[in-house]
């Protein structure tokens, strides 16, 4: 397949990608109706920051699976539109998280000893030695807005050189931060707190300008680091606080706009120690999320979960195989059941019975949701399936019993609307080979492929044989067939298999006789 690269990632990940037979495609200096015109037949994107993944773009990539970006900030793609068009967005949150607080520390540390000005003073041939009285940061309080990956690390390497670690993240629990050294408190107290304040979330629409005058004003004569994404601090309120002597320094390797322009009022001040996004410039850093990132490329072109996927079900590595042969057979059960109900689909129900129940089962929900919604024609997968249900007003339940009459695993999907409901059930045999057990509590041992036809009529004899006559008439060959029924002489189902579209003059006649009740045909495995 196909793989786009617009942005300059290591070696290592390239090799990932053609190691598994794709054709890779670089282009560092796409934009505009060029970016379009290369991501139209592309199967993944690769991206930094350098790339907008606009809406625009993810419309023109019909074949696009997933957008891989090689970092941690995806502030630069269209998640919502991506998820519409059913295209994974994955990032590499680990790859870089040493490299990012590392640097973090070094600002930190660059700040409070005042080291990059002194060094160019020196350099510049001036002993000024005097003229810098440092601050030592042991028993001194770091803030930490956003307790993530890198506010984590960076935490936890300053605690150990002595500070006292104080958080603000209002998403992560108070016996988490306890363990890697940090007292939860919420934002204001951070703030008035910390005599140095890092800064570690990403940018929203909740996040940008988050910290500006008034924060600034509370952190009163400290020292503020950024590290982590342009945007949340007030470019023009920092360097006005640091000019008027509110802040005794800053560090900043992020901006709301880069490359940062000349005539930013942060270059304006020693005070400011400014770096040009260096912080996950390191090699190691930059091999990891460049192998990171193609990995997830390379699983989502073949089908399975991405392990670092942002707007789609993910699952453990280890835990994959044996949950994968469940998610062919949950979404042919959504497929079933969603063309055999009459009329709009307005509740769905998944139910796990068994061994399955025990097994991280949100990839396979959501395959279900896939098949459900499939028959529909809406452009549907696993990764915009539930927000299809959601946009349709769609009530999805899911639960789990270790309970399992007759079957070690058993997969239920039931589709309802106020006047009606449909239940599938099925398993794997041995081998994994999957069967539709159950249809609406009538027992059948049904191979689900290819093409199908439901029937539903009146338990006498006769009507098995009116069937395979009308369908014989017409060149319906039946491959196989399985029969049910509630009681004798009441109502019976049975699903055959059949080699070809059933005619709906064929159809017709079938309904025309006072013992069918209904026939419903089922297309799967791509048949039309």
């Known amino acids: 397949m196909k793989v786009l690269v617009t942005d300059p990632i290591a070696d290592a990940g390239l090799d990932v990608l053609r190691d598994a037979g794709h054709d890779v495609e670089t282009g560092y200096e796409l934009e505009g109706d060029d970016l379009l015109e290369a991501v139209s037949d592309a199967n993944g994107l690769i991206v930094r920051s350098g790339t907008e993944v606009t809406e625009e773009v993810l419309a023109a990539a019909e074949e696009l699976a997933i957008v891989g970006r ?5 502030d630069n793609i269209d998640i919502d539109a991506a998820t519409d068009n059913g295209v994974i967005v994955a990032n590499a949150p680990e790859g870089n998280v040493r490299a990012a607080a590392e640097h973090t520390v070094a600002m930190t540390f660059a700040s409070a000893r005042s080291i990059p000005q002194a060094h160019i003073r020196l350099k510049n041939g001036e002993w000024a030695k005097s003229d810098y009285l440092g601050t030592e940061l042991d028993g001194k309080t770091l803030g930490v807005v956003g307790l993530g990956r890198v506010g984590q690390e960076v935490a936890k390497k300053l605690d150990s050189l002595g500070m006292d670690i104080v958080a603000y993240d209002p998403y992560i629990s108070e016996e988490r931060a306890e363990r890697i050294g940090a007292e939860l408190v919420e934002f204001d107290p951070c703030l008035e707190r910390a005599d140095v304040l890092t800064v570690h979330t990403p940018l929203t629409p909740e996040t940008e300008g988050l910290i500006s005058e008034p924060e600034l004003d509370q952190l009163g004569d400290g020292y503020l680091v950024n590290c982590a994404r342009g945007g949340v601090v007030d470019e023009d309120a920092l360097a006005a606080k640091v000019e008027d002597g509110t802040l005794a320094g800053a560090a900043i390797d992020v901006f709301a706009e880069e490359p940062l322009s000349a005539d930013s009022p942060l270059l304006e001040h020693d005070d400011i120690i400014v770096t040009p996004h260096l912080g996950a410039s390191t090699e190691a850093a930059q091999e990891n999320v460049a192998t990171s990132t193609a990995a997830q490329v390379n699983a989502a072109l073949v089908g399975e979960p991405v392990a670092n996927a942002l707007n789609a079900p993910s699952i453990d590595e280890s835990a994959f195989p044996r949950v994968e042969p469940y998610i062919e057979l949950a979404e042919t059960a959504g497929k ?8 709009r689909i307005e509740n769905v129900e998944v139910v796990y019975e068994g061994d399955i129940a025990d097994e991280d089962i949100e990839f396979v929900t959501a395959s279900a949701l896939k098949g459900v919604f499939e028959p529909l024609e809406w452009q549907v997968n696993a990764v915009n399936a539930p927000q299809i249900a959601e946009d349709r007003g769609v009530d999805v339940t899911e639960s789990k019993t270790r309970q399992a009459e007759d079957f070690q695993s058993l997969i239920s999907v039931t589709v309802s609307n106020d006047d009606d409901q449909v239940s599938v059930d099925g398993t794997l045999f041995a081998g994994d080979d999957p069967r539709i057990v159950r249809i609406d509590g009538y027992r059948v041992d049904a191979i689900p492929h290819g093409r199908m ?19 014989g008439k017409h060149g319906v060959n039946i491959a196989g067939m399985f029969n049910a029924r509630e ?6 189902l049975t699903v055959y298999n059949v080699d070809s579209e059933v005619p709906a003059e064929a159809k017709a006649e079938l309904e025309e006789d006072e013992r069918v009740i209904g026939v419903s045909d089922i297309t799967l495995n791509g048949q039309s």
């Open 70 to 74: 090689a970092g941690i900030g995806v």
């Open 336 to 343: 079933v059941a969603a063309q055999l109900l009459e009329g």
């Open 487 to 492: 009681t004798i002489g009441g109502e019976a």
């Open 453 to 471: 036809v439901v029937t539903r009529n009146t338990d006498e004899p006769g009507v098995i044989g009116l069937i395979g006559s009308v369908m």
